[in-house]
C-alpha cells in the first residue's frame, strides 16, 4: 500500500469510534469536539499545508465580525 493509502485507513479507523463517542455526547461536546477532531484530521492528512486554509478561515471570520449589524 502507498503512504496516501495508509492515510486514508487511519482516517477511516480513527472517524469510527470517534462517531460512537459523539453520539452519545452533549451539544456542545459534538460541537468543540468535532471541530477539534476536524482540525487534527486536516493537520494529520495536509500537514503544514493546511495553514493557509486555517489563515484564510480566520481573516473571513475577522471581516465577518467586523461589519456592523444592519
Not at 13 to 34: C, E, M, N, Q, T
Not at 39 to 59: A, D, E, K, Y
Request: aromatic share 12%; with cysteine.
Amino acid at each position: 500500500m502507498t503512504p496516501e493509502e495508509w492515510t486514508y485507513l487511519m482516517v477511516l479507523l480513527i472517524s469510527i469510534p470517534v462517531g460512537f463517542l459523539f453520539k452519545k455526547a452533549g451539544p456542545g461536546l459534538k460541537r468543540w469536539g468535532a471541530a477539534a477532531v476536524g482540525l487534527g484530521l486536516t493537520l494529520f492528512t495536509c500537514g503544514p499545508h493546511s495553514l493557509h486554509s486555517l489563515i484564510t478561515i480566520l481573516g473571513t471570520w475577522a471581516l465577518i465580525q467586523a461589519q456592523p449589524c444592519w
